[in-house]
């Protein structure tokens, strides 16, 4: 599979796939012999955020990757806000790196990928009352939010749907499986005829903080 990349690194285009990814959530477990001292941490950290009474982990941003930490003292960390998959281990390394200046030891750290999200474009209208009326395991209310939820089976992934084909994807784990994932509703789409540019419904904008 070839992949062709525009002028914006992060939108892909395979085989015909418009998708950007947005956020990739990262979990990080490090064996240590005794508790993180988060406010030691909080302290030497620049930009680093602990409020213990308002939360039990310390918030730690970095730039180079951009990341953000959940840092707890068990040696168990969170990190969102990454764009590539790869950027995981290279975040977690450069935080671990300067945690070990300050004198503690921490063991390699055990990596994994928990969710990745997505948006993208089928470029096609879709005819949301008709989608729900033949797919199993959606959800659309559109009195109070425009967007269909379809929850794919195999592989498993939720999409939120919109009429102008445009959607969001979530609860992917590898990026493989997400382009698994979208072959699939555009094949999904297609083959169930709800897929059409007959549709003519009002056009929504996907935003993202």
Avoid at 45 to 71: K, V
Avoid at 139 to 162: C, D, H, Q, S, T
């Amino acid at each position: 599979m070839t992949d062709i990349y525009n002028t914006d690194e992060n939108v892909k285009n395979v085989n015909r796939l418009d998708y950007r990814i947005n956020n990739i959530v990262a979990t990080a477990k490090i064996d240590i012999n005794e508790r993180l001292d988060l406010v030691k941490l909080a302290r030497k950290l620049p930009d680093a955020e602990y409020f213990p009474e308002r939360f039990p982990g310390l918030i730690y941003r970095q730039d180079h990757p951009r990341a953000t930490f959940l840092i707890f003292s068990t040696g168990k960390m969170v990190i969102t806000g990454l764009e590539f998959v790869s950027e995981a281990n290279i975040a977690v390394k450069k935080l671990l790196k300067k945690i070990k200046k300050f004198g503690i030891k921490i063991a390699e750290p055990e990596i994994s990928v928990q969710n990745i999200v997505a948006n993208g474009d089928l470029h096609t209208l879709i005819d949301l009352n008709k989608a729900v009326l033949i797919l199993d395991y959606v959800m659309y209310e559109p009195e109070v939010f425009p967007g269909l939820i379809y929850n794919m089976k195999n592989p498993r992934a939720v999409f939120l749907l919109f009429s102008t084909g445009k959607y969001v994807c979530t609860g992917v784990k590898k990026e493989e499986l997400l382009e698994e994932a979208i072959l699939k509703l555009e094949e999904v789409m297609k083959n169930m005829k709800i897929a059409g540019e007959e549709v003519i419904e009002e056009e929504f904008e996907l935003r993202f903080i």
